[in-house]
């Protein structure tokens, strides 16, 4: 960084000295920024708000250490407009932190102080100004103050090159674009067509300039902001305008503004300040590290033994040059151990590289050294301070955020997990006021206050790419942090690319560590994207599929079967090998792992309506040889679901006969351990995802994975560069892959595919994606980047549910209704009933009544927050077609289903609490798909 490096903390006091607002605006204590009847005084002048919105600005710069991040994304972006100028490169600086300081200027309109619904302020009665083209709004006003005062700056401080003069005001004007949007919801592509339309105004914003004792040099200012739409973008302002650092200044700057701005009224508004905002300490981090390194329990009281500090005990001594090759238990958890050694004397090794490739086996234990490797980071590089674990699936959210808690022992102030189904942590004394405690709650939720945090991959990538002010509010919190990807296959090859451009970039700019791990993880760096750094990517355990993958201990966990392909099988025919290759199984002897005469079987199907046919051909065929008949599929309910996972897991129950009937939802992280499964094929991954379904623990003996083909898996990844490549392979190439757990060689042909039409201008690719990022086209960045295209309708079943299931360890229960949920319920007068069930219809009269209610904003939005988390329990989603629509419209209530959900008042005719959705009950069966 050049001499002229100045922080954020030192441009607001430069400013404060020698423009603080009581000095540049006359009769600053009649300008209000907020009213607040409660309290005193009933007002904020204009003044205390800039300072208090400063202090925020101030304090989240300095914890997410912004200096720089801004500093380098602009020299960044100098370097590639060919201007290497300290002078200019303060200066962008120097506007980026005045954005802050002059969002509320335009407040000084008299219109919005004197409005009733505004500032009601009786200074400004009878001052009304009728003529101001923008009546009792500021925004556009605060902009064009900002560009009067800056532009005279930037004309006079370059008017010797006129290169970095137009370079400078090119920024003021883009960075002005955010003063004029910090109300609105979101940044669009017409970012110019915005300026130069608001820039028609200024010839009735000129006596506002006089109200501010600041000397303007230059007549030129007012020529250029009213002559905007005369200037020729193109030789003007347009070579400036491009690069990803550019789109990056603009959204971060939009988001310390505007989150900075929130913060400061919602102290105001509610008095309660913001004071931790979620970061680990070095003294923390010491604390966390030397926990898991040299503890002996984990938790002591239940038994669970620490075995990472065998790990750590002989991280510097053990071998890796010996692999086990008897399978044995102990020898699995010797290549764990291996694992875990390797990865973490290979990310000390590299400490100036950004992203971490983590391939490792199903049952290798990938999420413990994903943790392992994080206390590494956080330990080694000091400016890291918080973590991001993104998956796919809430299931695999709530089930790794009880592993790191327990594991770290974290409290829940310092871990959350981010998704619609979450309620909020319990993180209050009981002495709290309840308000307060639930404004923390929202608070913290929204601006994710947490040093650990666990959310879904849509949501994480929306971050990076958003034009939605309150998504984007968490941009400039992602600054010097860790994120563990897991399962980056789970999502379509059309955006991978994407994918590792975002993640070069923010790596880069951001200084993030990324750690991408999965079991069948691509190599998308191979994808041909500019700007990649190849020399920044590190992989882990770089002979993963010798050395771990084709181990015996993992290799031979299933055997994949590929006897019943490749015609396509009825299902009655289907239903007696189940039954059969059951039946054997079940005589196998595999002591208490396995007891004879047990045996659990998995089935997985494409489509509900296959599952649900299946169940009533093996039933009609098994003279009850199981036990227990199961069905998974996506339209049952959440505690339903949880009660056949814990069933499954009870030790009680495993001597018993079971099968389960699914769909693919059960492989988005359901945590069962099965003995046979039986699968219709579709993506080749999936088929492995399906796998380490089944002896998950590695303890058993024989078990199998059979693959059939049934239904036309096209319907749903016809669109899916995998299914496309998967065609032209054979039943040979697929078993290959399956048994050698060579992924790459699918992998590496779809992203070939994708290159090649990446290049081919017939196809909408990467260019045209890149294109957009340079030319800051907000809007379509963020709207063609979807990891998720299907719409969906959420139903609701307006059934009574349990507010507990029996749990999976014996005389344990699982609440699926929380002390605070059921502590919300009861303040809106809904109980459990005397089974303890709670009432779907009640709590959606609950959801109907906050909806309607007038409330304060937050107020409402906390209750709403906590509404949706119970609402979920009672929701199933399914595809947004017509037909679909169609046939659910005959049992819904029409009047209530206009707030988001399909209300269901009468599912009884075509729903079951144990089945799900029970297509017969439709009309055109045929036209209609779930899964």
């Known amino acids: 960084m050049s001499n002229s490096y100045k922080t954020v903390s030192e441009i607001i006091e430069e400013w404060k000295k020698d423009y603080n607002f009581a000095i540049l605006l006359k009769d600053a204590e009649n300008y209000y920024a907020h009213t607040n009847p409660y309290a005193l005084p009933p007002y904020e002048t204009l003044e205390e708000h800039i300072d208090l919105v400063l202090i925020y600005f101030d304090k989240l710069c300095k914890i997410h250490q912004l200096d720089r991040i801004i500093y380098g994304l602009i020299y960044e972006y100098l370097q590639i407009v060919d201007l290497e100028s300290p002078i200019l490169q303060l200066f962008i600086k120097k506007l980026f932190v005045f954005t802050i300081v002059y969002h509320d200027h335009g407040k000084v309109n008299e219109n919005f102080q004197a409005s009733q619904e505004k500032m009601n302020n009786i200074y400004f009665k009878g001052k009304e100004n009728l003529d101001n083209a923008i009546g009792t709004h500021h925004s556009t006003l605060s902009s064009y103050i900002y560009l009067n005062h800056l532009l005279d700056d930037a004309i006079v401080l370059f008017k010797h090159n006129k290169k970095e003069q137009k370079c400078a005001i090119t920024i003021a004007l883009l960075f002005s674009y955010a003063i004029y949007l910090h109300h609105s919801k979101y940044l669009y592509n017409d970012y110019w067509e915005k300026i130069i339309r608001e820039s028609k105004k200024v010839e009735h914003f000129e006596s506002y300039l006089k109200i501010f004792n ?33 789109y990056q200044l603009i959204r971060l700057n939009f988001s310390l503004l505007t989150a900075s701005d929130y913060l400061a009224t919602n102290q105001y508004m509610s008095g309660f300040p913001v004071e931790d905002f979620g970061v680990l300490s070095e003294s923390r981090i010491d604390e966390l590290y030397n926990e898991v390194k040299n503890n002996e329990w984990i938790n002591k009281s239940m038994g669970k033994v620490n075995y990472n500090k065998k790990t750590y005990d002989e991280l ?73 674990y993104v998956f796919p699936f809430t299931t695999l959210i709530d089930q790794t955020f009880e592993s790191i808690k327990e594991n770290l022992d974290l409290n829940d102030y310092e871990i959350v997990a981010l998704h619609s189904k979450a309620s909020f942590n319990n993180s209050s004394d009981a002495e709290d006021d309840q308000y307060g405690t639930q404004k923390k709650n929202y608070i913290n939720r929204l601006f994710v206050n947490y040093p650990f945090c666990l959310l879904s991959h849509i949501r994480f990538f929306d971050i990076l790419k958003t034009n939605v002010k309150e998504t984007n509010y968490l941009l400039h919190r992602i600054a010097n942090s860790i994120v563990v990807i897991d399962e980056l296959q789970a999502y379509s090859p059309e955006h991978w690319d994407k994918v590792m451009y975002f993640i070069a970039q923010y790596a880069r700019a951001y200084n993030i560590k990324f750690i991408i791990m999965s079991a069948t993880l691509p190599k998308v760096d191979n994808l041909k994207i500019e700007r990649v750094d190849h020399d920044n990517i590190v992989y882990l355990l770089p002979h993963a599929k010798s050395d771990y993958f084709q181990n015996i201990n993992f290799a031979g966990r299933v055997a994949f079967d590929f006897s019943l392909l490749p015609n396509r099988i009825e299902l009655d025919l289907l239903a007696r090998k189940v039954l059969e290759e059951s039946k054997n199984y079940a005589d196998v002897d595999g002591g208490k792992e396995k007891p004879k005469g047990s045996v659990y079987t998995i089935i997985e199907f494409i489509f509900k309506k296959t599952a649900t046919l299946f169940k009533q051909v093996i039933e009609s065929l098994d003279q009850g040889f199981f036990d227990e008949i199961f069905v998974l599929s996506g339209t049952i309910l959440h505690h339903r679901r949880r009660f056949i996972i814990n069933y499954l897991k009870r030790k009680e129950n495993r001597s018993k006969k079971i099968l389960l009937i699914t769909t693919q939802v059960v492989e988005a992280g359901v945590d069962i351990d099965m003995d046979l499964g039986f699968k219709d094929t579709s993506l080749i991954d999936s088929e492995e995802q399906l796998a380490g379904r089944i002896n998950r623990n590695v303890n058993k003996e024989n078990c199998k994975l059979f693959l059939f083909n049934h239904n036309a898996e096209g319907v749903i990844h016809k669109d899916d560069l995998r299914f496309e490549v998967s065609k032209t392979l054979s039943i040979e190439d697929k078993a290959y892959i399956l048994k050698s757990k060579d992924f790459d060689f699918l992998y590496q042909k779809v992203i070939d595919l994708k290159n090649t039409r990446n290049l081919d201008s017939s196809f909408v690719g990467l260019t045209d994606y890149l294109n957009a990022v340079n030319m800051l086209q907000f809007k379509s960045v963020n709207e063609d980047f979807k990891l998720i295209n299907q719409e969906n309708f959420s139903c609701f079943i307006p059934m009574k549910i349990p507010i507990n299931i029996p749990g999976e360890n014996d005389n344990i229960k699982e609440a699926i209704f929380n002390d605070s949920d059921l502590n919300f319920l009861a303040t809106y007068d809904v109980f459990p009933d005397l089974e303890d069930k709670i009432s779907g219809e009640e709590v959606f009269d609950v959801y109907l009544g906050l909806i309607g209610s007038n409330q304060t904003f937050i107020t409402k939005k906390i209750a709403l927050k906590e509404i949706q988390a119970i609402l979920s329990k009672f929701i199933f989603s399914t595809f947004a077609t017509e037909k679909i629509r169609q046939e659910l419209t005959i049992f819904m209530n029409i009047e209530k289903s206009e707030y988001g959900y399909f209300y269901m008042d009468r599912y009884q005719a075509f729903y079951d609490e144990k089945s799900g959705i029970n297509e017969s009950s439709f009309e055109n069966i045929d036209l209609v798909q779930f899964i």
């Open 214 to 246: 600041k000397k303007l040099n230059n007549p030129q200012v007012s020529s250029i902001l009213g002559n905007l739409e005369i200037l020729k973008r193109e030789k003007f302002t347009s070579p400036f305008e491009k690069s990803f650092p550019l």
């Open 316 to 388: 510097n001594t053990l071998s890796l040059d010996k692999k086990p090759i008897e399978k044995s238990n102990q020898n699995l958890n010797l290549l764990r151990q291996q694992m875990a050694t390797e990865a973490i004397r290979n990310i000390r090794n590299h400490p100036n590289q950004s992203i971490f490739y983590l391939e490792a086996p199903t049952g290798g234990g990938k999420t413990n050294i994903s943790m392992l490797l994080t206390l590494e980071l956080l330990k080694n590089n000091k400016n890291l301070n918080k973590v991001y």
